[in-house]
């Protein structure tokens, strides 16, 4: 189990100043429970927080930007009016669900509340803690282990179970809301690609219709020769799926590009589903038939008299 209190204050590192850096008051098993490594030296130990001993340990993008190539141990950083001595350096971990590790300070949680409470937080609620981080043995129960936690903090802050003044979060809790998240957000882009659908379809219909009353005149041509209905709709119907299959391929060419720079530029991962692009190509088709079908039958339908007369 892990405790923390955040923070920000300037921190400052030999010739180099850092404006409101997080600072992060935390107890020895963070590493531990947060799933991270101390590359050098070491971290925060239980005699540091009973004690209340001015140490550091820093992110490992923080320990580059303030000391470049220097050894940090045993160096000294100013956390607004405070002078740390840095004791460890924490191993790269990069972002995590928006939480940069690499450029964070973490020192004693009780220097925390003693030093920067006026920062944040702090001035608000004392030597309150934000958040209790609780790591699980592989075999133990969840939902006993929750229900003790909730006793024992309902008991130590006076209140009832009906009206608890904290909230108890899972990883469960955090997987179902983000599938659920996902879940809203898949049905937004299916509802936005529907309509995109239908308006394209809209937009191929118009064309086709232009397009026959325009060739009036060869489509009676076609007619007097020996084109039968049939042909006249087929003809129709092909140059309509095949303006919507070209949309499609400009589509599918946009989106795959889009996909890879989005994955090059920003920091999340993007996988390309080779079934997508072909569901593309399917429902490019599909609309094109749709609503190319009654263009294509009008076209077809013509007198051939009347549209030899047509100017």
Not at 38 to 59: M, P, Q
């Amino acid at each position: 189990m892990i405790v923390e209190q955040g923070s920000t204050a300037t921190v400052r590192g030999g010739s180099v100043s850092l404006d409101d850096l997080e600072i992060v008051g935390t107890t020895p098993d963070f590493p531990k429970v947060r799933d991270v490594e101390v590359a050098t030296g070491r971290f925060i130990t239980a005699t540091d927080v009973e004690r209340k001993s001015k140490v550091a340990v820093l992110g490992s993008g923080l320990a580059q930007e303030l000391f470049g190539d220097s050894d940090p141990i045993g160096q000294t950083v100013t956390a607004g009016t405070t002078k740390l001595s840095v004791v460890g350096v924490m191993a790269p971990k990069g972002s995590v669900g928006g939480t940069d590790f690499d450029n964070r300070l973490y020192t004693p949680i009780t220097v925390v509340f003693q030093k920067f409470s006026e920062f944040g937080f702090g001035r608000v609620t004392g030597d309150r803690v934000r958040a209790i981080t609780v790591a699980l043995a592989e075999n133990q129960d969840l939902d006993a282990t929750v229900q003790q936690i909730q006793y024992l903090l309902c008991k130590r802050h006076g209140v009832s179970a009906d009206s608890p003044d904290f909230s108890i979060t899972t990883q469960s809790d955090i997987i179902a809301t983000r599938k659920s998240t996902t879940a809203s957000f898949r049905s937004l882009l299916s509802w936005v690609a529907g309509v995109s659908l239908i308006v394209g379809g809209i937009g191929i219909m118009n064309i086709m219709l232009v397009s026959v009353t325009e060739r009036t005149r060869e489509i009676g041509i076609r007619q007097s020769v020996g084109a039968s209905p049939r042909d006249i709709r087929w003809q129709f119907l092909t140059e309509s799926l095949l303006l919507s299959l070209v949309g499609g391929a400009v589509g599918v060419v946009a989106g795959v590009g889009g996909s890879y720079l989005f994955g090059a530029v920003g920091d999340m991962p993007t996988s390309l589903v080779p079934a997508s692009i072909l569901l593309a190509f399917a429902s490019a088709a599909a609309v094109g038939v749709f609503f190319g079908f009654y263009p294509a039958n009008r076209a077809a339908q013509l007198d051939p008299i009347e549209a030899l007369r047509h100017e």
